[in-house]
């Protein structure tokens, strides 16, 4: 227990004279070492950086950095391959030998599949995070953890079933088309999808009919979980009708890729 003759302003306890001599504290010698290790650290941190700012330095690649850089050559690489599919379907439809009912079933495939552009009309449904100085707009509501304010994978999800589930012919989420192999896949509050990364706020289009479309966002229980906290902590939420829109065709590859059981006993 501290002896109130220590602290400044505080009346002496009983038996304790004003005036006499104080003793060293095991707590000043432990602060006059904590700043004597700090004046160690930064004469190192200075030695280290030989007098530049390490926290620029431009060979000190963050892991997001590398991440957006790889996110674009995939976009290239989406965009070269759209380029060379179409200039080799050319090709082959010079001469291929069909006729003109298999190119018509050929290209009713390729509008199911969603490798070829849909036109029609259609709705956005927009999600973003929350402020991040939300609180609970309604009472009888707990303050906000951080989960309650950014956008998960599952609300994602849920809005592309939804839209599905309204019967629509076609989805483009952000600037990619989904096809039946497409997973909607979120790594805390961003979007890893196709190979690509995005940042909210997400925009889900669909071509369809749009009272079906918003009929269906409003019964998926789902959808209306992600309501609640729209309207409790300020989760963004909006659905515009867009009129008659075109959606690109998916562009990336459409081999499966799967695993195969090795032959050798040590596997089983």
């Not at 220590?6 to 304790?16: H, I, S």
């Not at 759209?82 to 009713?108: N, P, Q």
Request: charged share 20%; with cysteine.
């Amino acid at each position: 227990m501290s002896n109130s003759a220590d602290f400044p302003g505080t009346r002496p306890g009983p038996g304790v004279r004003p005036g006499g001599p104080r003793r060293v504290r095991p707590v000043r010698i432990l602060t006059a070492s904590v700043f004597a290790l700090a004046g160690l650290l930064f004469f190192t941190s200075f030695h280290t950086a030989k007098g530049t700012d390490i926290r620029t330095d431009s060979s000190l690649l963050k892991l997001s950095d590398l991440i957006q850089e790889r996110s674009r050559k995939n976009q290239e690489l989406d965009a070269s391959n759209a380029a060379l599919r179409g200039e080799v379907e050319s090709l082959a439809r010079r001469d291929d030998g069909g006729t003109a009912a298999e190119d018509d079933k050929l290209a009713g495939l390729e509008k199911s599949a969603g490798t070829r552009p849909l036109k029609g009309r259609a709705i956005t449904v927009t999600l973003n995070d929350a402020p991040p100085n939300a609180t609970a707009k309604l009472p009888g509501y707990p303050e906000p953890q951080p989960d309650y304010l950014v956008i998960h994978q599952q609300d994602l999800q849920a809005v592309v079933n939804a839209l599905w589930q309204g019967g629509a012919q076609g989805i483009k989420v952000m600037d990619q088309r989904l096809i039946s192999t497409s997973a909607v896949r979120c790594v805390g509050n961003t979007l890893i999808l196709q190979g690509r990364v995005y940042s909210p706020p997400y925009k889900i289009t669909a071509v369809g009919d749009p009272d079906k479309l918003r009929r269906a966002l409003a019964d998926s229980p789902a959808i209306q979980n992600y309501m609640v906290y729209v309207n409790v902590y300020g989760l963004g939420w909006k659905v515009t009708d867009d009129g008659t829109v075109t959606l690109p065709g998916y562009t990336g590859t459409v081999d499966l890729q799967y695993a195969e059981p090795l032959d050798s006993p040590a596997a089983h």
